[in-house]
């Protein structure tokens, strides 16, 4: 089974800051870059803002981070490398053994819709740093390829219950289809009106009846 290069190649080499109180500043900092993604707010607010917030000064955040740009690339550089380990983990193939293409369908789409509901204001950022980016999209791209080669070959494990007529494209078109409608999801809000237990029936029911 082919495996994830890890750590996933870097955008960004993170600061390794050595003493306690930087290190603690430095966290602070991820979380409160982060809550501000998930509010909308992370364009609008100054440094100076940032800083407090963090309950820090500005001075340490431009010894430790040097500008806005580099916390926000280290923001997402953190949820992919969130996101390969969870993949890692998910589909580790042992685990599978003796168990249905349903129920891998359904762990699948409860990942997917964690991390789109617990992480959506990074993943807003994302998603439109990749629409005016062509390198970061180049690696949103490698990183949807290896999310889609570890869920195929957990999916081909199972290839005795697809009924598709192409069952190795239809097993290479499920995870994109899913991460999309995720996506569309996060950017418009236009499934909001399911619960999140609904949002994953109806998920779960779209990749089984395609590949059934």
Known sequence: MPSFPMPFPQMIVPPEPTQA????????????????????????????????????SVGTFYRLLGDKDTLSRLLLQRFFSDMV???ETLTELRQWEG?????????????????????????????TRASQDAQFRDRVHQINHLISQRTV???ASKSSSIRHPNPTQAMMVVPPVLLGILNQH??????????????EDELVR???????
């Open 21 to 56: 109180r930087s290190k603690q500043a430095f966290e602070r900092l991820l979380q409160v870059g982060e809550q501000l993604l998930a509010e909308n707010r992370f364009d609008e607010i100054g440094v100076a803002d940032l800083a407090k917030l963090a309950e820090t």
């Open 85 to 87: 380990e969870k993949v």
């Open 99 to 127: 168990r249905s293409l349903e129920e891998f369908i359904r762990a699948m789409v409860a990942m997917f819709v964690a991390v789109n509901g617990g992480r959506s204001g990074v993943l807003r950022a994302l998603i």
């Open 153 to 155: 070959a957990v999916l």
């Open 186 to 199: 996060t950017l418009t809000g236009s499934l909001s009106f399911l619960s999140g237990a609904a949002l």
């Open 206 to 212: 779209v990749a089984l009846n395609y590949l059934t």
